[in-house]
């Protein structure tokens, strides 16, 4: 039986305009944007702090990834907004760009053509000469360097140090009100039945990530949705204060991003990739690397997708994410303190995001895939305004 305490807590009803379910970056986008719209904002998640997705990932904001039109303008647009909160909120922010580097002839080519198109040949987007590519980044291996795409729209943050500080600074400067280690069991609007008592609110967003069980399961069911583990691993901070520069990626990254994907040389690059990496396509292997604001390097990752997900993690695609790193990059110091997988929704028709309502007055956003940290505040005004 509950003792009184508990009965008044769970009794307790609480007021905002919008209840948050979850506190990842779709969550915590969604927050800034009510509030910066006016909207009295209260935020849960079940843990304390947030370890979902969005403090494993690279930090990498990627617009570079995404298809030109509408996709692309909200990347860039998340760019802006990633700036404008950094710099309010005091978080780490490198917007140092990236280099995809080839060193094959079709991984070439494969630039060269995008290089060729409005999206790859504006933004300040450029091919170099492999002198040009190690004059930005003393990192890349020259040797059998043909050349790279720089682009300037990239940029990191640190997903642990903003997942962790942004709630604080919503609280601070947007009154947003927070409640971590807090369920949200059920949402009958206006309540909000939780594990710490029942809001009444007029609307809420769902922005649940990987946990399609708790809340709407049936609509979850319904949908092109699944999960995606990736494998991560992070050395130690690298020495000296010594600075990554641009993000890097190299040949097997092009077959990974929809900004690519329908080049006409890019299906010789993956018939290729194939034939010569059995283990990487298998394993959905391809490499990024990213640094933190404490120096550390971020190297990843495999892709594996099903509603279930394995609990554990291969060293063999440890060891070939390294092998492959090693192919395109040199840093003083790749032994690896860190390693850990995180899990992304993603959707399975191709869709870039999941914008549902699930009943009036309730929103789930979810399946950004592999891009939540670039699309997020893009994506979240535009749900905002639709409110
Ligand atoms: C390894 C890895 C690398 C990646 N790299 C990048 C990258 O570099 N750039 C990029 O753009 N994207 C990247 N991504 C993708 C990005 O991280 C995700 O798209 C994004 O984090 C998803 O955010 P989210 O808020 O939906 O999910 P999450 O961060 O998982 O947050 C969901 C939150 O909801 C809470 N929650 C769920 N149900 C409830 C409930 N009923 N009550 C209370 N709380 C609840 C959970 O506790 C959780 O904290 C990567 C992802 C991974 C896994």
Redesign the pocket.
């Given at each position: 039986m509950a003792t009184p305490a508990e009965t008044s807590l769970v009794n307790a009803t609480h007021q905002a305009d919008l209840a948050i379910?979850?506190?990842?970056?779709?969550?915590?986008a969604h927050a800034l944007a009510a509030a910066r719209r006016g909207l009295r904002v209260v935020l849960?998640?079940?843990?304390e702090p947030?370890?979902?997705?969005?403090?494993?990932?690279?930090?990498?904001?990627?617009p570079v990834g995404q298809p030109a039109g509408a996709r692309h303008d909200r990347a860039l647009r998340s760019r802006e907004i990633w700036s404008e909160v950094a710099n309010a909120a005091g978080l780490h922010i490198d917007p140092a760009g990236s280099l995809h580097l080839a060193y094959r002839a079709d991984e070439w080519t494969v630039l060269r053509e995008f290089a060729a198109t409005p999206l790859g040949s504006s933004h300040g987007r450029t091919l170099l000469t492999p002198k040009e590519t190690v004059a930005r980044s003393a990192t890349v291996e020259l040797n059998g360097l043909l050349g790279a795409l720089w682009s300037p729209t990239e940029a990191t943050v640190d997903?642990r140090q903003a997942?962790r500080r942004l709630p604080a600074w919503l609280a601070a400067a947007h009154g947003v009100e927070l409640h971590f280690g807090?369920?949200?069991?059920h949402i009958d609007l206006p309540n909000i039945e939780?594990t710490a008592g029942t809001w009444q609110v007029n609307q809420a967003i769902?922005?649940?990530?990987?946990?399609f069980e708790?809340?709407y399961p049936e609509i979850f069911a319904a949908h092109p949705i699944t999960r995606?583990?990736?494998?991560?691993l992070r050395t130690a901070p690298q020495p000296d204060k010594w600075h990554l520069g641009p993000a890097l990626c190299a040949g097997l990254t092009l077959a990974h991003y929809d900004a690519f994907k329908n080049l006409r040389s890019l299906p010789t690059l993956v018939a290729r990739l194939r034939a010569e990496f059995p283990f990487h396509h298998e394993h959905g292997i391809h490499v990024?690397l990213?640094q933190t604001a404490a120096g550390e390097l971020t190297i990843?990752?495999s892709h594996h997708y099903g509603l279930t997900v394995d609990p554990f993690d291969r060293e063999d695609i440890n060891t070939t994410i390294m092998a492959s790193l090693r192919a395109f990059a040199r840093a003083p110091d790749l032994c690896i303190a860190e390693r850990?997988?995180?899990?992304?929704?993603k959707l399975t028709d191709g869709a870039s995001e999941l914008v549902v309502a699930a009943a009036p007055g309730v929103w789930i956003?979810?399946g950004?895939?592999?891009?939540?940290?670039?699309?997020?505040f893009g994506l979240a005004e535009e749900v905002v305004a639709r409110l």
């Open positions: 379910v979850g506190a990842g970056i779709v969550g915590l849960f998640d079940r843990t947030a370890v979902g997705a969005s403090v494993r990932n690279f930090g990498l904001v990627w997903p997942i807090t369920t949200v069991r939780t769902v922005c649940s990530g990987q946990d708790t809340l995606c583990k990736l494998q991560m990024l990213s990843g990752d850990w997988h995180g899990v992304y929704p956003v979810n950004l895939g592999g891009a939540g940290m670039t699309m997020s």
